[in-house]
C-alpha cells in the first residue's frame, strides 16, 4: 500500500499549489475589498478551478481507500 501513501503525498502537494496560485491570481481583494461582484471564471482561473475539484475528489477516494486497507 505505499502506492496509495505516495499518491496521497503527491496529491496534497498538487492540491496546495494549485490553491495557493488561486488565492495569488485574487489578489487583495480577498480581504480588502468590500465590492461584492459577480465573475465568471474563464481561461487558466477556469481550469485551475476544476482541477482543484478533480484532486479533491482524487485525494478523498485515495485518503477513503488508504484508510480502508492500511498496510
Do not use: C, D, K, Y
Request: charged letters at 10%.
Amino acid at each position: 500500500m505505499a502506492f496509495l501513501n505516495i499518491a496521497q503525498i503527491i496529491a496534497s502537494i498538487v492540491l496546495v499549489l494549485i490553491i495557493l496560485s488561486q488565492v495569488r491570481e485574487a489578489g487583495s481583494g480577498m480581504f480588502g475589498s468590500a465590492q461584492n461582484t459577480v465573475r465568471t471564471r474563464r481561461g487558466l482561473e477556469r481550469t485551475l478551478f476544476q482541477l482543484t475539484i478533480v484532486l479533491i475528489v482524487i485525494f478523498l477516494v485515495v485518503s477513503t481507500v488508504s484508510a480502508r486497507f492500511p498496510s
